[in-house]
């Protein structure tokens, strides 16, 4: 609309500046034509003021696009079915921020049967009973909630559209006094429609630093493409000054998400991206695009972020998506992004392979050495009785649980000059198990 009006001066220029170049110069022509210009100077004149005027109404309309919203401090009314208003308004948003619990996410300011509805399943999910009004314990949860998702009444679109009406009918009606006479008639109702205004107007979501806006109210209305609680224009003042924003020019640019990547395991998936600017952030996920599981905010601002996601099935696709929001309350989403987890490894059932197995002895000991294709531990049996039975309590044992490749023992308490039966064995760390044939040596007198 404004953009209009500008195309309105501008016009009005050009017809001003046409009309001087035609204006005519010949002194003779002027004189025979002196009624003409006379009327060309009025309709001059007439324009100058016009275009005066319609600068005046821009200059207004941008004063009132400064206009802060009111913040809804509490719900102070106790209410029930039948009821509307400001505080029935400020109820359906706060149950709205929950789809689960009021899907329907209408704002009417009517306290209906669906609203009764809602208001039953807010109870049962805070453990209040169902009574379906608003009494004391209830308004304190709803109140508890309202801190979280903090909301505010908007009179900035309707004082705008006002103010355009008002420069409408200033440039559409020709007779003035019919003009002077509607002026007068707004400028006495003024003051009761901007309060009227500033206590109905849109209702908008603050969602200053440290909040996200609620995920019910981004859901869209089915034949519109309206968020169901939308965000404020801007903050309100007292928490713009409190964030050392309240300036006449707000941030309205929302971060640009780039560089994502992901480094995934069997379980987990670590998320990296940046930002252009401080934000912080949250990132939904799940087996679809609509996700269903959302990470805790991170409400430190930053411009690399890393959240790890974990809990994750192995060699799985994931959907998910990035939300960031800067210190001014701008949101941004990534688009649809998707990682797959790792597979499980393969079961390991192959027992180590043993070679290269060696003794040298003296005549009350002896060293048996041995490699494996990977790391196992170490075992060797041993006896002067033959075959070797590895199971018998009475057949002599040496081990080493660290997992090695290269294998080494020594064997004690032996007798000179006699012959020794032996096996060495090696179990991997899936506890695959390998022996070896059973083997021979003769200590030394």
């Not at 309707?158 to 509607?182: A, G, L, T, Y």
């Not at 109905?200 to 630093?209: D, E, F, K, N, S």
């Not at 790391?375 to 660290?402: E, G, Q, R, W």
Request: charged share 20%; proline share 4%.
């Amino acid at each position: 609309m404004l953009k209009n009006y500008n195309k309105k001066i501008i016009l009005a220029s050009i017809l001003l500046l046409s009309l001087a170049v035609l204006a005519p110069s010949n002194s003779a022509f002027a004189q025979t034509t002196t009624s003409t210009t006379v009327q060309l100077q009025e309709l001059i004149n007439k324009l100058l003021a016009q275009v005066s005027a319609l600068q005046e109404q821009m200059a207004k309309v941008k004063t009132q696009q400064q206009e802060v919203a009111q913040t809804i401090s509490e719900i102070t009314a106790t209410l029930k079915e039948g009821d509307k208003g400001a505080n029935v308004k400020t109820l359906q948003a706060l149950l709205a921020a929950d789809s689960t619990i009021y899907p329907e996410g209408l704002i009417t300011g009517f306290y209906g049967p669906l609203t009764t509805k809602a208001v039953k399943k807010f109870q049962e999910r805070h453990g209040l009973k169902k009574v379906g009004f608003i009494g004391p314990k209830t308004k304190l949860k709803l109140n508890e909630l309202l801190k979280n998702y903090p909301l505010a009444f908007e009179k900035i679109e309707k004082k705008i559209e006002k103010v355009i009406e008002k420069i409408d009918k200033k440039q559409n009606n020709d007779d003035d006094d019919e003009d002077n006479d509607d002026d007068d008639e707004d400028n006495d109702d003024e003051n009761n429609d901007n309060e009227k205004i500033f206590k109905t107007g849109r209702l908008c979501a603050i969602v200053p630093p440290g909040h996200l806006i609620a995920p019910g109210w981004l859901k869209k209305y089915e034949d519109d493409d309206r968020s169901i609680i939308p965000l404020c224009q801007i903050l309100p003042y007292g928490i713009a000054k409190k964030l050392g924003q309240a300036t006449s020019t707000p941030d309205i640019t929302a971060p640009i998400i780039s560089a994502i990547s992901t480094n995934d395991t069997t379980s987990t998936a670590t998320i990296i991206w940046i930002t252009n600017e401080g934000a912080k952030s949250q990132i939904d996920y799940g087996l679809i695009s609509s996700y269903g599981s959302s990470t805790a905010i991170d409400s430190t601002l930053k411009t690399n972020h890393s959240r790890t996601i974990d809990g994750l099935l192995p060699a799985t696709v994931y959907h998910f998506q990035i939300k960031v929001q800067d210190l001014a309350g701008n949101i941004a989403t990534s688009s649809d992004q998707t990682f797959t987890t790792n597979s499980l490894p393969i079961a390991d059932t192959t027992a180590p392979v043993i070679s290269g197995i060696a003794v040298s002895a003296s005549s009350t000991s002896a060293n048996v050495a041995w490699t494996t294709n990977e790391a196992a531990t170490s075992k060797a049996y041993y006896s002067t009785v033959s075959p070797l039975d590895i199971s018998s309590t009475s057949t002599l044992s040496a081990s080493n649980s660290t997992l090695f490749t290269s294998h080494s023992l020594n064997l004690t308490g032996l007798t000179a000059s006699s012959t020794y039966y032996f096996a060495v064995e090696s179990k991997d760390a899936a506890n695959n198990i390998a022996t070896s044939t059973e083997q021979l040596f003769t200590t030394s007198q």
